[in-house]
C-alpha cells in the first residue's frame, strides 16, 4: 500500500531563511509526488508535481522539489521564507491509471519576523 | 471559470441527523473524492468515484454515503451512524494519473 510520512508536524523559520520541508513515501512503481498548500480554512492548492523526467521541479510561489528514488523523498524547498508563506503543507503520492492520492498528516509552517 | 465547488461553507447538525454536502466540478474529470481532515491527521479518504454510477469506500467510509448520478456532481452525506462528524470537509476531482484539484471545504459542526 502507498504511503507517504512527513516527519516534521511543525517548522518555525526566520522570515528571509531558507526552508526545506521532508516527505518520504512508500509506492510500489514509479510515483506521482505533489506537494500542496493549505491556508486555514481553506482547501489545497497545487504547488509543484513530478512524473517523470528532471527530478528537480519547480513550482508556484517560488518553491522547488528534488525526487530522490534512492532515499524515497521528495522535499519541498525554498531559498528565502516570506511571511506569507506561513500554513500547512501536505505531500500526496499517486501513480498509474488508478490514481487514488494518498496524503502525510502536513507539516505546519510557522514563519517569524 | 473552471474549478470545484463546495456547499455549504459552515453546516450545523443536530445529534441523530442526517445533513448532505454539495461537491459540483465544471472541469470534466471522472475521478471525484472526499475526504475528512481533523487537526493533526492530515487527510483521510471517505469514498472516491472514478466513474459515473460507481464509487468505491475508501478509509474511514463507516456514517458516510454518496451517489455519482451525474459526472459534474458527488454529493456526500453524512448519516447519523457517524458518531464524531465533527470535521473539515474536502471534495477533489482529476483527471485519473494527474493532481487533485479541491474545493474550498465544508466545516460541519454537531450541535
Known amino acids: 500500500a502507498q504511503s507517504v510520512t512527513q516527519p516534521d508536524i511543525h517548522i518555525t523559520v526566520s522570515e528571509g531563511a531558507s526552508l526545506e520541508l521532508r516527505c518520504n513515501y512508500s509506492?510500489?512503481?514509479?510515483?506521482?509526488l505533489f506537494w500542496y498548500v493549505q491556508s486555514p480554512g481553506q482547501g489545497l492548492q497545487l504547488l509543484l508535481k513530478?512524473?517523470?523526467?528532471?527530478?528537480l521541479v519547480q513550482g508556484i510561489k517560488g518553491f522547488e522539489a528534488e525526487f530522490k528514488r534512492s532515499q524515497s523523498s521528495f522535499n519541498l524547498r525554498k531559498p528565502s521564507v516570506h511571511w506569507s508563506d506561513a500554513a500547512e503543507y501536505f505531500c500526496a503520492v499517486g501513480g498509474g491509471g488508478s490514481y487514488i492520492p494518498t496524503f502525510g498528516r502536513g507539516t505546519s509552517l510557522i514563519v517569524h519576523p | 471559470d473552471g474549478g470545484i465547488t463546495q456547499s455549504p461553507k459552515y453546516l450545523f447538525r443536530k445529534e441523530g441527523q442526517n445533513v448532505t454536502l454539495s461537491c459540483e466540478q465544471n472541469?470534466?474529470?471522472?475521478?471525484m473524492y472526499w475526504y475528512r481532515q481533523d487537526p493533526g491527521q492530515g487527510l483521510r479518504l471517505i469514498y472516491y468515484?472514478?466513474?459515473?454510477?460507481?464509487?468505491q469506500k475508501g478509509d474511514i467510509a463507516e456514517g458516510y454515503s454518496v451517489s455519482r448520478e451525474k459526472k459534474e456532481s458527488f454529493p456526500l452525506t453524512v448519516t447519523s451512524a457517524q458518531k464524531n462528524p465533527t470535521a473539515f470537509y474536502l471534495c477533489a476531482s482529476s483527471i485519473a494519473g494527474a493532481e487533485a484539484f479541491f474545493g474550498q471545504g465544508t466545516r460541519l459542526t454537531v450541535v
Open positions: 468515484s472514478q466513474i459515473v454510477n460507481d464509487f
Open positions: 472541469l470534466n474529470h471522472d475521478a
Open positions: 509506492y510500489g512503481a514509479t510515483p506521482y
Open positions: 513530478y512524473f517523470s523526467g528532471d527530478t
